[in-house]
Structures are given as structure tokens and as C-alpha cells.
């Protein structure tokens, strides 16, 4: 158990950033470490709502039963952005759904770096 114990803190200094950690007062670093506690639990609710899924081949189970955190972090990543390109296609497709891209790119834009027009 104790290497089990040694993985899960290297998990959390190197994948989930707690080793950035640089608060000097106590409550401020509870409350960093509290996020990357609250960070991993939630990686590890997503892999429990994988590996529930039905259709999934036992090689994907297996992939998601053994991966890292760093593994998952990559793989809730690229989720993300298969679903912002999927959103991006399908709003694409109508002029109503370019002019709200549109929008949504200015504003994205800080207005210092934003031009006329």
C-alpha cells in the first residue's frame, strides 16, 4: 500500500500542479490542496462513468481501468475538444449559428486588443 500512497502524491505534484503550490499562508494552501484533491476525485468519477458505459470493448475497459491521472487528464482534454469542434461544425452550418461564432470570438477578444469594424 505505501508505493500505492507514493504514486497517488507524485500524481498530484506533477499531473495535478500541487507541487506549484507557493501560498505561504496556511488557509491558502489547504484551499489549493483542497482543488487538486477535488480535481482528481472528479477524474476519478469520470473514469467510474467510462467504465459504466455499455458497448465498450474489454480492451477500452481495461484502458480506462489502468490509466493514470495524467492519462485521464489527456483523455478528458481531448473530449473537450471533440465536443468544441462538434459545436464549431454544427454552428457552421447556419448563418444565425456564424453570427453568434462571431459574437463569441469578439468578445473572447480583450477590448484593448479589439479593432474597429
Given at each position: 500500500m505505501?508505493w500505492?500512497i507514493?504514486?497517488?502524491?507524485?500524481?498530484?505534484?506533477?499531473?495535478?500542479?500541487?507541487?506549484?503550490?507557493r501560498l505561504?499562508r496556511?488557509?491558502?494552501?489547504e484551499?489549493w490542496?483542497?482543488l487538486?484533491?477535488?480535481?482528481?476525485?472528479?477524474?476519478e468519477?469520470h473514469r467510474?462513468?467510462?467504465?459504466?458505459?455499455?458497448?465498450?470493448?474489454?480492451?477500452q475497459?481495461?484502458?480506462?481501468?489502468?490509466?493514470?491521472?495524467?492519462?485521464?487528464?489527456?483523455a478528458?482534454?481531448?473530449?473537450?475538444?471533440?465536443?468544441?469542434?462538434?459545436?464549431?461544425?454544427?454552428?457552421?452550418?447556419?448563418?444565425?449559428?456564424?453570427?453568434?461564432?462571431?459574437?463569441?470570438?469578439?468578445?473572447?477578444?480583450?477590448?484593448?486588443?479589439?479593432?474597429?469594424g
Amino acid at each position: 500500500m505505501r508505493w500505492q500512497i507514493e504514486l497517488f502524491f507524485k500524481e498530484l505534484k506533477s499531473t495535478l500542479g500541487f507541487a506549484q503550490c507557493r501560498l505561504r499562508r496556511f488557509e491558502a494552501t489547504e484551499g489549493w490542496l483542497e482543488l487538486v484533491l477535488v480535481t482528481f476525485l472528479w477524474l476519478e468519477w469520470h473514469r467510474a462513468r467510462q467504465l459504466a458505459k455499455s458497448g465498450l470493448t474489454t480492451k477500452q475497459k481495461e484502458r480506462w481501468r489502468h490509466q493514470r491521472t495524467h492519462g485521464l487528464c489527456l483523455a478528458v482534454r481531448r473530449h473537450s475538444e471533440q465536443a468544441d469542434l462538434e459545436y464549431l461544425a454544427r454552428a457552421m452550418q447556419t448563418p444565425g449559428g456564424i453570427r453568434r461564432l462571431r459574437r463569441k470570438l469578439r468578445q473572447a477578444i480583450p477590448a484593448e486588443f479589439r479593432t474597429a469594424g
